[in-house]
């Protein structure tokens, strides 16, 4: 009888070259997120001294009407509209992370396809719970969008219309007999 231990860590994934000779990314997934996610923070920090480097971000908001669900977060960009900002949104994302799946030595098309799918399906989500009949929760906002009823999820219920997404993306059809 052979017993197995497990370590806590999960084999790390290795690819071949064409001489066979295998290869792993230099950089872990866990290192390369901490060296994104802090050089956003630094950027951001650029605020404090009235310097905006991430002003081209989308918003969105409460709204009754889809077309003013978007806006930018910056007036200085503000002739992108809401839709233009979320898309220069997905491609600076799209790049900083295509640089990324590049370091983790990642197919960067199936990359792309998959972090595209990944992202329009989270910000639909995002903008659907964002519909004032879903999220608006104080009488002030109910009379400001002119609804009598609202159930009142704040903006957060975009998480359940993100779960429902996700439970639908997971479903494989039957296959045909």
Do not use: H
Request: hydrophobic letters at 55%.
């Amino acid at each position: 009888m052979t017993t197995t231990t497990w370590t806590g860590c999960a084999p790390k994934e290795t690819l071949k070259r064409a001489d066979n000779v295998e290869t792993a990314p230099r950089i872990s997934e866990d290192w390369l997120s901490l060296i994104i996610g802090l050089s956003i923070f630094v950027l951001s920090l650029a605020a404090i001294v009235k310097i905006d480097l991430l002003r081209r971000v989308v918003t969105t908001s409460f709204w009754v009407d889809v077309g003013r669900a978007l806006g930018t977060v910056s007036k200085y960009y503000a002739s992108l509209g809401g839709f233009g900002a979320l898309v220069a949104t997905y491609v600076a994302l799209l790049v900083v992370l295509s640089v990324a799946a590049v370091a983790l030595k990642t197919d960067i098309k199936k990359f792309a396809l998959a972090f595209t799918a990944v992202f329009w399906i989270a910000y639909a989500s995002w903008v659907a719970g964002n519909f004032a009949n879903f999220a608006a929760v104080t009488p002030a906002d109910l009379q400001k969008f002119g609804i009598s009823w609202s159930l009142r999820l704040t903006n957060e219920g975009a998480y359940i219309f993100a779960l429902v997404a996700g439970l639908f993306a997971g479903v494989k059809p039957p296959l045909a007999s």
